[in-house]
């Protein structure tokens, strides 16, 4: 399960937050997470609590952001949305995308004390 190993880099970005920003405590992290990332949120959010446990963002609430996939289509040159790698374009059918966004995963914000 790499969710765990997710959880594990988030906690090390929450804890140089930490140390740059003086806080004792996080109350709330926000991730972005794109529906193309190959993250499963729920998976995400039960090694969460696990891994944070003993650190400062002990009993942290954790805010997913999704992000939609966008690609760029070759065939129609448009813009558009997809919801899995490989799907056709809504506005063309052709398979000529280019991923353009959604992949990603990041911490967008965080309420600390």
């Not at 190993?5 to 930490?18: F, K, M, P, R, S």
């Not at 805010?63 to 899995?84: P, Y």
Request: proline fraction near 3%; aromatic fraction near 6%.
């Amino acid at each position: 399960m790499h969710e765990k190993a997710l959880c594990e880099g988030i906690v090390d970005i929450v804890e140089q937050e930490a140390r740059k920003g003086a806080f004792s405590r996080v109350k709330t992290v926000w991730l972005e997470i794109g529906t193309l990332s190959h993250v499963a949120p729920d998976a995400l959010r039960f090694c969460f609590e696990a891994v944070t446990a003993n650190t400062i963002a002990r009993g942290a609430a954790l805010e997913i952001i999704e992000q939609r996939g966008t690609a760029w289509c070759l065939s129609c040159s448009r813009s558009v949305e997809i919801s899995q790698r490989y799907d056709p374009c809504p506005a063309c059918g052709s398979h000529q995308l280019q991923v353009t966004g959604g992949e990603d995963m990041r911490v967008k914000e965080l309420e600390v004390e």
